[in-house]
C-alpha cells in the first residue's frame, strides 16, 4: 500500500462546478498536510497547508480527517484556470510524501 | 524573487557521458531536496540534506547517482555514465522548517539522455 493514495481522476467538471478531492494517508505520526498544483510541464506549488481544524482560502477549502487518516481538498465555482494535478503531500520530522496526484479538467 | 533557482533549465547528454545539476535554494533555508519526475508519473525521492550533511539518501537509484551540498547553500547532483532510462525532469525544493513549512520548488532540469 503506498503512504500516500489519490485518485489519479481525470475529474472532468464544467466551470462553476464544486469539486472534490480526497487522499489517504498511512502513516499516523504524519505531522503536516499540504495540497501543491501542478500544471504540466512545470514545478509543483504549494497551494495551502492543511490545519487540523480545516481551512478555507477563497475558493478552496482544505480539511483534515486524523481518525480516518484523509485529507480533502474543496474547489467551488471552479475555473478553467484551475485545470492541473492536485497533489496530496504528507510530511514528519523531515520527510515529505507525495502522492502521485489528481488530475483535474475544468471543461468550459 | 530569491526563489529556488536550478541549471541548466534543460539538458540533453549523450548515453555514457557525466552531467551535473545545480541547485541554489533560498536564502536561509536549512533542508534541501532532489527529486525526480519522469513523464506522466509522481515525485520519486532521491536525496534529502540538512545543512551540509545527507542523513537520507535513500532514495539514489544506483550508485551512479550522488549529491553533495557545500555551505550550507548550493548542491549538486551529478550522475555518471548516464542511461537512457535517467531521462526525467530533476527537481529541487527547499524548506525552511523541517517537514512543516512546505517545500519550495525550483523549476527543474530537464535532463534527456540519447
Known amino acids: 500500500r503506498k503512504e500516500v493514495e489519490q485518485d489519479p481522476g481525470p475529474f472532468n467538471v464544467p466551470e462553476g462546478a464544486t469539486v472534490a478531492f480526497n487522499c489517504t494517508y498511512s502513516?499516523?505520526?504524519?505531522?503536516?498536510f499540504f495540497w501543491y498544483r501542478q500544471d504540466c510541464r512545470k514545478e509543483p506549488k504549494l497551494l495551502m497547508s492543511?490545519?487540523?481544524s480545516g481551512n478555507e482560502d477563497g475558493r478552496f477549502t482544505a480539511q483534515l480527517n486524523r481518525a480516518s487518516q484523509y485529507i480533502s481538498l474543496l474547489i467551488r465555482d471552479s475555473k478553467l484556470s484551475d485545470s492541473a494535478t492536485y497533489l496530496c503531500?504528507?510530511?514528519?520530522?523531515?520527510?515529505?510524501?507525495f502522492g502521485t496526484g489528481t488530475r483535474l479538467k475544468v471543461l468550459a | 524573487g530569491a526563489g529556488v533557482s536550478q541549471s541548466p533549465s534543460n539538458k540533453v547528454t549523450e548515453k555514457g557521458k557525466d552531467v551535473e545539476l545545480r541547485c541554489d535554494p533560498i536564502s536561509g533555508h536549512t533542508a534541501l531536496y532532489w527529486y525526480r519526475q519522469s513523464l506522466g508519473q509522481g515525485l520519486e525521492f532521491l536525496i534529502y540534506f540538512q545543512g551540509n550533511s545527507a542523513p537520507d539518501k535513500s532514495g539514489l537509484p544506483s550508485d551512479r547517482f550522488s549529491a553533495e551540498r557545500t555551505g550550507g547553500s548550493v548542491s549538486t547532483l551529478t550522475i555518471q555514465r548516464t542511461q537512457q532510462e535517467d531521462s526525467a525532469v530533476y527537481l529541487c525544493?527547499?524548506?525552511?522548517?523541517?517537514?512543516?513549512?512546505?517545500?519550495?520548488f525550483g523549476n527543474g532540469t530537464r535532463l534527456t539522455v540519447t
Open positions: 492543511v490545519y487540523s
Open positions: 525544493a527547499s524548506s525552511g522548517d523541517r517537514g512543516k513549512g512546505g517545500l519550495h
Open positions: 502513516n499516523s505520526a504524519s505531522q503536516s
Open positions: 503531500i504528507t510530511s514528519g520530522t523531515y520527510k515529505y510524501i
